[in-house]
């Protein structure tokens, strides 16, 4: 019931950064989380390596990522960007559901998924993962995608 919705929240992590064109109107990646990270410097690699780790669900190895370029380049972005930045690090810790969500060969069948942006066989998985996990564990991590799950919210969507 509440995992019909859950398919519309990986869209935008299954781009794949490379291939889109960020003119007016396009996809931004970096729009997301209210555009806090364009404020740090990022390579279309990093990118890309970004967008896989969402698709993959792998959020806890992005807290290190983001860390380490904001020791980088923290200095250079004025104070309230910086505070920002840091604040979304201590509130959007990942909760530890999303490092037993998949298993090594259903986050490599995403990958290849991801590369071929075909976004309904990568969602098939991760789906089938979240419909595994015991009812805690997958409020937890519905909670952390903030997907709405009060009773009828997924008919509502």
């Known amino acids: 019931m509440l995992l019909r919705i859950v398919p519309f929240l990986f869209l935008s992590a299954l781009t794949i950064a490379e291939e889109v064109e960020y003119s007016a109107g396009s996809y931004d990646p970096l729009g997301a989380h209210g555009g ?9 690699k990093e990118l890309r390596h970004i967008s896989a780790l969402h ?3 792998e959020y806890h190895r992005l ?49 290849k998924f991801h590369q071929f942006e075909d976004v309904d066989s990568a969602l098939a998985v991760v789906r ?23 009773p ?6």
């Open 63 to 111: 807290l290190p990522i983001i860390k380490e370029k904001l020791l980088d380049y923290g200095s250079e972005l004025d104070p309230h960007t910086r505070r920002q930045i840091e604040n979304f690090l201590v509130q959007k810790r990942p909760p530890k559901v999303f490092q037993e969500l998949l298993s090594d060969d259903e986050r490599h069948q995403i990958r």
């Open 152 to 157: 009828g919210a997924s008919q509502q969507m």
């Open 128 to 150: 089938a993962g979240l419909e595994r996990l015991p009812e805690d564990k997958l409020k937890k991590a519905l909670d952390y995608l903030q997907v709405p799950n009060t």
């Open 36 to 44: 806090i990270f364009r404020a740090l410097p990022w390579t279309e």
């Open 55 to 57: 698709a993959t669900a």
